[in-house]
């Protein structure tokens, strides 16, 4: 049980571009998502946290019209980066809270962003 | 300001011996705590969550919880090479975010 899923698992863009992630809770339902960001050999960095049909609570300098959270439902969050630039290219993971789970997180497998 | 800290490592441990990673945090409150590791590459995977005083045995996981002194660690006992890994300690201070340590780079000596 509790797993969670992401895609795309990697993707290559060009500048100016935008991203779309998926997150979803495969066999439970996330009351709660969370985004984190992390690069090479640095700790997970969180970007926002989720609650489903409400509007993201973003970390400080964490920019939110370039990271846009979407919750639209108890299995799927989304998080597109809006015109991207090289300096976006990192590893976003998203982890899933449920009820039954108490507040434990699981992770999703981790999108691998590279922006050209 | 709510903080975690672990020792990065890397700590190099032979093979059957058993590892001993440590965590401490700033909040006496706080009441849940994790373990998560994480693989070159990959995102972390949950071991164990422990919320009592005491130890929690998992397997060759034990983890071991004393709030008074505001201290987390994981054992891990017959360590095996596939055990090498970053290991992230996590505590929830009460909110609904948890705050990660920055983690410990285990090897495990073949």
């Known amino acids: 049980g509790a797993v969670v899923s992401q895609h795309p698992s990697r993707v290559i863009c060009k500048s100016g571009t935008s991203v779309k992630i998926e997150c979803r809770s495969l066999d439970f339902q996330a009351t709660t998502m969370f985004w984190y960001r992390q690069f090479p050999k640095q700790s997970l960095m969180l970007m926002a946290t989720?609650?489903?049909?409400?509007?993201?609570?973003?970390e400080q300098g964490v920019e939110k019209d370039k990271f846009l959270i979407n919750h639209a439902s108890l299995t799927l969050s989304t998080l597109t980066v809006t015109s991207a630039h090289p300096e976006d290219s990192s590893f976003y993971i998203c982890s899933a809270r449920g009820q039954a789970g108490g507040d434990t997180q699981y992770f999703g497998p981790g999108t691998r962003l590279t922006v050209l | 300001q709510k903080e975690v800290e672990q020792n990065s490592g890397p700590l190099s441990v032979p093979e059957g011996a058993i590892a001993s990673l440590n965590c401490t945090y700033s909040?006496?409150?706080?009441?849940?705590f994790f373990w998560y590791r994480q693989y070159s590459g990959k995102s972390p995977e949950l071991i164990m969550s422990?919320?009592?005083?005491g130890d929690k045995e998992d397997g060759r996981f034990t983890a071991q919880l004393n709030k008074a002194s505001q201290y987390v660690s994981l054992l891990i006992r017959d360590s095996q090479p596939s055990d090498s890994a970053t290991y992230l300690c996590?505590?929830?201070?009460?909110?609904?975010?948890?705050?990660f340590g920055t983690g410990t780079r285990l090897t495990i000596i073949p």
């Open positions: 422990i919320y009592s005083n």
């Open positions: 989720s609650n489903e049909g409400s509007k993201a609570t973003y």
């Open positions: 909040d006496r409150g706080s009441q849940s």
């Open positions: 996590a505590v929830n201070f009460g909110n609904e975010k948890l705050t």
